[in-house]
């Protein structure tokens, strides 16, 4: 094994080194705090890799220059915070339509608007699964450390890829400027995925086919298989269809290859949770804060643990459910007014208590706001 | 065991690059666990900002700190806000030169601009004059340590400068000891 060497690393810049190791070689983006380092980064690090950086006029032609590059062969991200991503969500909407693959970062920061833009939030839940219109089916991820923020890249480039779907990395502002002391794995350890490209001749082609997997290979621009791109729901071929049937079959293969996946998708940590008689559920900076609330209540004998959803969408209904049946209550910490606890609400039977803790000043949650709520229930 | 520093001032002033180069002293060369945070308004210069470094033998959950062990303060109002996050012996450090009315006579007052200013020339490596002091004061870093990383993240034509201005705060911070009302 390779010598492992430590250096002092923030989240934003792991998520380069993530997005290079990923095979990531063209980024378009517009600088925004608390992304801004990302595309910093970015600007160093693709001209040694031979990869493009491009700073854009806005965040609308930074997702469409990311859909052209993806297009063309080239994995691709682009990075924001809630005003660009705001922006970005017409174009992302076009990327779930066609199947372009590409990564859009989003570090939260406190909105509606320009709102706080150096202060942490988790604001964008909702918007990430629904930011942009129609039925489509979207991957997110949120890491919690800057270790995860490599990994989490790597893995984000990996599902756009294998799945042909955009891939939203959320985080907040204190996981993206935190700094910690962190060893990357080496590249030779990442299982890097390629999308699958034609093997068939050009003719033979049928660029939006059905398969088994429900994704179809992929062809670069400029690799001489001609086939149409649009927004318009397309038939196989690609070309605008407005027949029912054709429509039906499009819509449910998007979701039908997402459904599939979910087994493989999902990602989640469990901590503490073997004995848990409360769960905690949280992400990013805050499932810090609820990792050490869970060891301190511990240190006076209640039973806490910490379920932390790493895939944030499509939502972990099977952990989440089978959490609420094993815990006699559940605390919700997130710093907005309760988008992913709607989402538990939603799947609980009865099974659990569901408290939620809500922070929408700019400010972390800590670890003893999360302790003051256990004590409603423990 | 858990160790939380916060250094906070206004925007300009250097903290968060003395939060990371104490971070990376400390973590990468001393080999101990470190977190290394942020928060800032949004102007360039003035404003608040704080920067907070949490060193433990152990694995860093919570990246905050709260209950202080160090505590500097390069200007009044970080020093009226922060005070009271201090323990018990939680040390005190202040910039002299700007903070007036310190909060207890148990603080290390050290006029770091000023020094910067009058023996250098540079009011700009004040933050460095305090991170020697603060090593000197709090031993929770080795000097080599902190002098190879204060190396690596200043531009190199100002490196003798930097040296300059480490040497000047660890001779300060031991100055300053003397007057320290004994504990108890």
């Given at each position: 094994m390779a010598k492992m060497t430590y250096r002092l690393l923030q989240g934003n810049e792991a998520i380069v080194e993530g997005?290079?190791?990923?095979?990531?070689?063209?980024?378009?983006?517009?600088?925004?705090?608390?992304?801004?380092?990302?595309?910093?980064?970015?600007?160093?690090?693709?001209?040694?890799?031979?990869?493009?950086?491009?700073?854009?006029?806005?965040?609308?032609?930074?997702?469409?220059?990311?859909?052209?590059?993806?297009?063309?062969?080239?994995?691709?991200m682009t990075a924001t915070s809630g005003p660009g991503f705001s922006l970005m969500q017409e174009n992302i909407g076009f990327a779930c339509i066609a199947e372009v693959p590409c990564v859009v970062a989003d570090i939260m920061r406190g909105g509606p608007s320009t709102g706080l833009p150096t202060n942490p939030a988790q604001s964008d839940i909702m918007q990430t699964r629904w930011g942009t219109h129609g039925d489509h089916p979207i991957i997110?991820?949120?890491?919690?450390?800057?270790?995860?923020?490599?990994?989490?890249?790597?893995?984000a480039f990996n599902l756009s890829e294998r799945y042909r779907v955009p891939v939203i990395l959320a985080t907040d502002e204190v996981v993206a400027h935190m700094r910690e002391k962190v060893a990357l794995p080496p590249r030779e350890s990442l299982e890097i995925i390629d999308r699958l490209r034609p093997t068939v001749p050009p003719d033979w082609y049928i660029p939006f086919e059905d398969n088994s997997m429900g994704v179809p290979p992929m062809s670069?621009?400029?690799?001489g298989y001609r086939y149409h791109v649009t927004g318009?729901?397309?038939?196989?071929?690609?070309?605008?269809?407005?027949?029912?049937?054709?429509?039906?079959?499009?819509?449910?293969?998007?979701?039908?290859?997402?459904?599939?996946?979910?087994?493989?998708?999902?990602?989640?940590?469990?901590?503490?949770?073997?004995?848990?008689?409360?769960?905690?559920?949280?992400?990013?900076?805050?499932?810090?804060?609820?990792?050490?609330?869970?060891?301190?209540?511990?240190?006076?004998?209640?039973?806490?643990?910490?379920?932390?959803?790493?895939?944030?969408?499509?939502?972990?209904?099977?952990?989440?459910?089978?959490?609420?049946?094993?815990?006699?209550?559940?605390?919700?910490?997130?710093?907005?007014?309760?988008?992913?606890?709607?989402?538990?609400?939603?799947?609980?039977?009865?099974?659990?208590r569901i408290i939620t803790l809500n922070r929408v000043d700019g400010q972390v949650i800590t670890p003893d706001d999360i302790l003051r709520k256990l004590k409603e229930v423990y | 065991m858990r160790y939380e520093a916060r250094l906070s001032g206004s925007g300009g002033q250097g903290l968060i690059l003395i939060g990371i180069i104490l971070a990376e002293a400390v973590g990468i060369y001393d080999g101990k666990n470190v977190v290394q945070t942020q928060s800032y308004g949004p102007e360039?210069?003035?404003?608040?900002?704080?920067?907070?470094?949490?060193?433990?033998?152990?694995?860093?959950?919570?990246?905050?700190?709260?209950?202080?062990?160090?505590?500097?303060?390069?200007?009044?109002?970080?020093?009226?806000?922060?005070?009271?996050d201090l323990k018990k012996d939680g040390i005190l450090i202040v910039d002299s030169s700007l903070v007036h009315q310190v909060p207890t006579n148990?603080?290390?007052?050290?006029?770091?601009?000023?020094?910067?200013?009058?023996?250098?020339?540079?009011?700009?490596?004040?933050?460095?004059?305090?991170?020697?002091?603060?090593?000197?004061?709090?031993?929770?870093?080795?000097?080599?340590?902190?002098?190879?990383?204060?190396?690596?993240?200043?531009?190199?034509w100002s490196a003798d400068l930097n040296k300059k201005a480490l040497k000047i705060g660890m001779e300060e911070g031991k100055k300053a000891e003397a007057f320290i009302p004994s504990k108890g």
């Open positions: 997005a290079i190791a990923a095979g990531c070689r063209f980024f378009a983006g517009y600088p925004i705090t608390p992304a801004t380092e990302i595309a910093e980064g970015m600007s160093v690090r693709l001209p040694m890799v031979d990869g493009t950086f491009v700073q854009m006029e806005d965040e609308i032609g930074s997702m469409g220059a990311i859909i052209g590059a993806s297009l063309a062969g080239v994995k691709s997110v991820l949120s890491p919690h450390s800057v270790e995860e923020c490599f990994t989490v890249t790597v893995k670069a621009f400029g690799d318009l729901v397309h038939d196989v071929r690609g070309f605008p269809t407005s027949r029912p049937d054709e429509v039906d079959t499009l819509i449910r293969r998007l979701h039908r290859k997402i459904d599939k996946g979910l087994g493989y998708i999902q990602e989640g940590e469990y901590f503490l949770m073997d004995d848990a008689e409360v769960a905690i559920i949280a992400y990013s900076s805050v499932a810090r804060s609820a990792k050490q609330a869970a060891i301190m209540a511990r240190e006076d004998g209640k039973k806490v643990g910490v379920f932390r959803p790493i895939t944030l969408w499509p939502f972990m209904r099977k952990d989440v459910e089978e959490i609420l049946k094993n815990v006699r209550a559940v605390i919700i910490p997130e710093m907005n007014m309760g988008q992913y606890s709607r989402e538990v609400k939603r799947v609980d039977q009865g099974y659990a | 360039a210069r003035g404003g608040a900002s704080k920067s907070e470094v949490i060193i433990s033998d152990e694995t860093i959950y919570y990246p905050k700190a709260t209950h202080l062990d160090l505590l500097l303060c390069m200007n009044q109002k970080s020093c009226d806000e922060y005070y009271l148990k603080a290390y007052q050290i006029p770091f601009t000023r020094l910067a200013k009058e023996e250098l020339g540079k009011a700009f490596v004040a933050n460095i004059i305090a991170i020697g002091a603060i090593a000197e004061i709090s031993k929770i870093v080795k000097e080599s340590s902190l002098t190879e990383a204060v190396l690596k993240r200043v531009p190199p």
